[in-house]
């Protein structure tokens, strides 16, 4: 049996999904990777252990598949997106730990850059204002922090890229012949990409002062890149992808119109605008959403929510309420409401709608009758309205209105959560029978590249339901519910000074 | 009578929580031979009581004696099986369902993935069943603690087919455990068939069970006896399962 080989390469672990012809799951093997806080904000991952963890996945997959290497047509790589990592092109060797898309370190540098005469350049070029949640601030903060790196640079002895560049390299041979690639939605959200050329902008680089030389080569999402020399040797990688492009390729949104919102350590929801060129408004992000080939590139507008499942990690790991995240679902159902407590997880700011990068997070409404009960529903709740006002602002832009939220990720095993998700919404959920959309994605675009799959509509049919969650709140719980959440929100305000 | 060896391993087990020791400093301890006391020692790692720290040499008490007094969250299960429940509806093209007991007598499904065929469904999650009468019970009824004895239930007949004599059903619970796998014909709704098989926690407890249901005819002979390639992707679906649970550490 053929299959295709994903590697999703998330926040907190890598793994490796098999899929069959039908676009099902065949075997998945994952590992963990840490998590390290230098400092308040800061947010690093070690590249080499990452790198470890993919050599470690590919093979562990294909066994608990009973498979080997040659029965892998093609593989597809997801990654977490705008994670940025600098390495030597001889050694291999990181010149520093990859500083990741949580890092808040980056904040004054953004703040210089939108006062300054580039800001409105940055935005009408790569469609985005300058944020401490794009890759580029982090290139410029490591080439000026890490000793002798501006130089090294400038000579072309280290190299740039977010995760999968660095990935492919490592696959493709590293110092000996490996690729130095990325994909046009990665690079979408580095802040240096002319989003309609789909190319770097030299007036862009000059603005950061990034040599050209450090970044790696722009291809489309659906394309054979080179073949693996390591990993799973001999197979072609047919494709790259940010997560939550690849995860709304996974659940086949190849419609104008058509969203998918998925729950991870963040939660993004993606909806495709077709061909043209999304312009930037209500809090959402213009982004590529995808480029097969020599095609023209599809346009999304995304919905950054920065913290949702992390929340329910802090919540396991810093407070230590539960012991691994589903059993936050137990103790919320050990209550029956949220007993007047809301919690804002504004622990980097907020993200869209609203793009406060000065609040912080709060735990309101406190009283002696609060359980723990209360603040694992408020942990989920939180979650809740954050989906809320991001599809508000989508609904605004959006051809037609949602009539219906496909979902996926982690956290939609949780049923007390997802029932929360469309009792807010007031529009019925849906998760599909593949949880692993991100890899599915990148394993699409990899089998398309090779032939695997023939065309869209095939991938299409391969979507099915496998659960669906009806709105049952009433009308009047709910708008007081959303009032109280939007007066919490509003204490989070201009914390930091 | 107390046995001494039992005795030996739960006070290693509090010398080594007070503090990490080394092996001579354990022996020192207990006042017994070093390889009395490395041979209760070498098993407490094997079984996870204890661990050995690879840089000191020292002993501390291991992982899974953190876990022991703290069942295997409902939730937890539901979160790890979700990509195996998933396969198997994919596989089957069936409606899978997972379920934990809930009393001696009866079941709740825990995870319910719809039929993948795109028709409109209802979430059954939530949903209590008795055990006696479906293939998830059965399995559940012949292997999970604390489930039955069959004595102990009213075996209410919901169709014609349901098992009401609780001979037949002993017998039949001695096939389950026998085989691995229980199938429904019938018994709770008529024309809907089953079969399910057992989910296992780390120690090999049967916590949960994971089946599929349908039309009778899609799953079953006209004797009754499942298709083999659905007993062999459910029975698949629960060893999935298990090494998920067994992996979850
Ligand atoms: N049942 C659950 N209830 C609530 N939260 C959950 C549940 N299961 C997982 N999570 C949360 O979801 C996240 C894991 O989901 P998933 O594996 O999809 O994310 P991820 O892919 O690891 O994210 P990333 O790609 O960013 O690493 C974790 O943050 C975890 O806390
Ligand atoms: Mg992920």
Redesign the pocket.
């Known amino acids: 049996m053929k299959v295709v080989a994903a590697i999703?390469q998330?926040?907190?672990?890598t793994r490796c999904v098999l899929f069959d012809h039908a676009g099902r799951m065949v075997s998945v093997a994952q590992h963990e990777h840490r998590q390290h806080y230098p400092q308040p904000g800061w947010v690093e991952h070690d590249a080499l252990e990452i790198w470890r963890n993919v050599e470690r996945v590919v093979p562990e997959a294909l066994r608990s598949a009973g498979l080997a290497v040659a029965d892998v047509a093609a593989i597809g790589i997801a990654n977490?997106r705008e994670t940025a990592v600098v390495w030597d092109r001889r050694t291999g060797e990181p010149a520093h730990p990859a500083i990741t898309w949580q890092d808040t370190r980056t904040a004054p540098l953004v703040a210089e850059l939108n006062a300054g005469p580039t800001a409105a350049l940055f935005e009408e070029v790569c469609g985005l204002s300058p944020a401490g949640y794009f890759a580029a601030p982090r290139l410029r903060w490591l080439l000026d922090r890490v000793p002798g790196l501006q130089e090294r640079a400038e000579a072309g002895d280290v190299l740039f890229g977010t995760m999968e560049s660095w990935l492919i390299w490592k696959l493709t041979g590293g110092p000996i012949g490996g690729v130095h690639v990325t994909d046009v939605t990665n690079a979408s959200r580095t802040m240096l990409m002319d989003i309609d050329r789909l190319a770097w902008d030299d007036r862009l680089l000059a603005a950061l002062d990034i040599p050209r030389a450090l970044l790696p080569e722009i291809r489309p999402n659906v394309a054979v890149y080179a073949e693996c020399t390591a990993a799973a040797p001999g197979v072609p990688i047919g494709g790259a992808f940010g997560?939550q492009q690849a995860a709304l390729f996974g659940q086949t949104c190849f419609a104008e119109g058509e969203a998918k919102f998925t729950?991870?350590?963040?939660s993004f929801l993606l909806l495709n605008t077709g061909t043209q060129r999304p312009t930037p408004s209500n809090g959402l992000l213009p982004t590529v959403a995808y480029a097969i080939g020599e095609e023209a590139p599809t346009y999304a507008v995304e919905g950054s929510i920065a913290m949702t499942?992390?929340l329910?990690?802090w919540f396991r790991d810093s407070l230590e309420m539960i012991r691994s995240?589903?059993e936050?679902?137990t103790l919320a159902r050990s209550v029956a409401d949220n007993g007047g407590c809301y919690i804002v997880p504004a622990f980097s700011g907020l993200y869209a709608p609203r793009w406060q990068p000065d609040a912080r997070g709060i735990i309101v409404g406190l009283t002696s009758f609060v359980t723990k009960g209360h603040l694992a529903r408020a942990v989920l709740e939180a979650t809740g309205w954050q989906t809320a006002e991001v599809v508000d602002a989508m609904t605004a832009v959006a051809p037609v209105p949602i009539q219906r939220l496909k979902v996926d990720?982690?956290?939609t095993?949780?049923h007390l959560?997802m029932q929360f998700v469309a009792d807010v919404l007031d529009v019925p959920v849906e998760r599909p029978l593949v949880l692993e959309s991100?890899s599915l994605g990148a394993a699409y675009a990899a089998g398309l590249a090779v032939g695997y799959w023939p065309d869209l509509e095939v991938l299409r049919n391969n979507w099915h339901r496998a659960a669906r969650w009806e709105p049952a709140m009433p009308d009047d719980l709910r708008r007081r519910e959303r009032e109280n959440w939007e007066r919490a929100v509003e204490r989070t305000y201009d914390w930091v000074r | 009578m107390p046995i001494q060896s039992v005795e030996r391993a739960a006070a290693i087990i509090e010398l080594v929580d007070a503090a990490p020791l080394g092996l001579t400093e354990i022996a020192r301890a207990m006042d017994l031979p070093k390889p009395t006391v490395h041979g209760l020692v070498r098993t407490l790692v094997d079984v996870g009581f204890v661990q050995q720290d690879p840089d000191t040499g020292r002993y501390s008490v291991g992982d899974r004696l953190g876990r022991v007094g703290h069942g295997l969250d409902r939730?937890e299960l539901r979160?790890l099986a979700t990509n195996w429940s998933d396969r198997l509806a994919a596989r089957l093209r069936l409606e899978v369902h997972l379920a934990v007991p809930d009393g001696f007598d009866a079941l709740v499904l825990l995870d319910h993935v719809f039929r993948p065929d795109d028709s409109p469904q209802t979430l059954r999650i939530g949903e209590h069943q008795p055990v006696h009468a479906t293939a998830l019970g059965k399995v559940l009824l012949a292997l999970a603690p604390g489930v039955g004895p069959v004595r102990a239930l009213s075996l209410v007949a919901y169709t014609s087919a349901s098992l009401v004599e609780a001979a037949a059903l002993t017998a039949e619970l001695g096939e389950v455990r026998r085989r691995g796998w229980a199938v429904e014909a019938g018994e709770h709704q008529p024309g809907i068939g089953g079969v399910a098989a057992p989910v296992r926690d780390v120690g090999g407890v049967v916590v949960a069970a994971v089946g599929v249901v349908g039309p009778q005819q899609q799953l079953l002979d006209t004797s009754h006896a499942p298709r083999p390639a659905v007993v062999q992707q459910v029975v698949a679906a629960g060893r999935a399962i298990s090494q998920q649970l067994a992996h979850r550490w």
């Open positions: 999703d998330g926040t907190t672990s977490q997560d729950y991870g350590t963040g499942g992390s329910v990690q995240a589903p936050i679902e990720g982690g956290m095993a949780n959560l991100v | 939730h979160s």
